[in-house]
């Protein structure tokens, strides 16, 4: 069972993109999913977490205020709107469930607490 990431692009800075994460085979619904992103060379950093039930949301001080995290559990399927990107946005993104956090009001932000990472979706982000 993985996460699939989908949605990524080439874009012109300044522009809007939406990533989408789709659970197949099996629902997390009761699980913070996380949406993570890394550049070559270096480790996945966090981006935005939203806890079991879409109430709570939380982001990398970077991409606040531009980012938007959202859940459809219907669909199991989490969001990432993506707006006024800029270069530094560029990177592969993935998203992964935290099993660790039954049911809880929050995120952790350390990738290691993450698993059933996908391929990941490329954004790339030019000035």
């Known amino acids: 069972v993985q996460l699939q990431a989908s949605g990524g692009g080439s874009v012109q800075a300044g522009d809007s993109l939406r990533l989408s994460c789709l659970a197949s085979?099996?629902?997390?619904?009761?699980?913070?999913i996380g949406w993570f992103r890394r550049i070559p060379g270096q480790e996945r950093e966090f981006v935005a977490g939203?806890?079991?039930?879409?109430?709570?949301?939380y982001y990398a001080d970077s991409v606040k205020g531009r980012f938007t995290i959202s859940r459809d559990t219907a669909s199991n399927t989490v969001y990432l709107q993506m707006n006024s990107v800029r270069p530094e946005d560029t990177a592969v993104y993935y998203c992964g469930v935290d099993q660790g956090m039954y049911q809880s009001v929050g995120v952790r932000r350390n990738a290691i607490d993450y698993n059933h990472w996908g391929q990941g979706t490329q954004v790339t982000v030019s000035s």
């Open positions: 939203i806890v079991w039930n879409g109430r709570f949301s």
């Open positions: 085979g099996r629902s997390f619904n009761n699980f913070p």
